[in-house]
């Protein structure tokens, strides 16, 4: 899968901080405390209920894995990988329209 890349940098939560504090006016501070805020309503409600729905962003959904054999690569090991659970992201008509624009 070939990836398209624009920028050469990462989107962290100071960076998303400094725009709200650029474009609205709050604080860093409050700016930073309201990403964390949101941020953990997510990982709450994926914990709890498995998804998670953002209109006219996507949706997380958390997918249980089942244990499956591998191995190792430097060893060509056989090994048998844990079950898990995972998040997946599905973006939503307008990411998509947007990003391939």
């Known amino acids: 899968m070939n990836h398209v890349t624009t920028k050469d940098t990462t989107v962290t939560k100071a960076t998303i901080a400094e725009n709200i504090n650029q474009e ?6 409050d700016s930073s ?5 949101i ?10 209920d498995g998804i998670v729905k953002i209109s006219s962003f996507g949706t997380f959904l958390v997918k249980k894995k089942k ?5 190792i690569p430097n060893t060509s090991e056989k090994v048998m990988i844990q079950a898990r659970n995972s998040v997946s992201f599905r973006p939503s008509k307008i990411i998509k329209k947007s990003i391939n624009n």
């Open 39 to 48: 941020l953990n309503e997510i990982k709450t409600s994926l914990a709890k």
């Open 24 to 29: 609205i006016g709050l604080s860093k501070e």
């Open 67 to 71: 244990e499956r054999p591998g191995n």
């Open 33 to 37: 405390s309201i990403i964390d805020d």
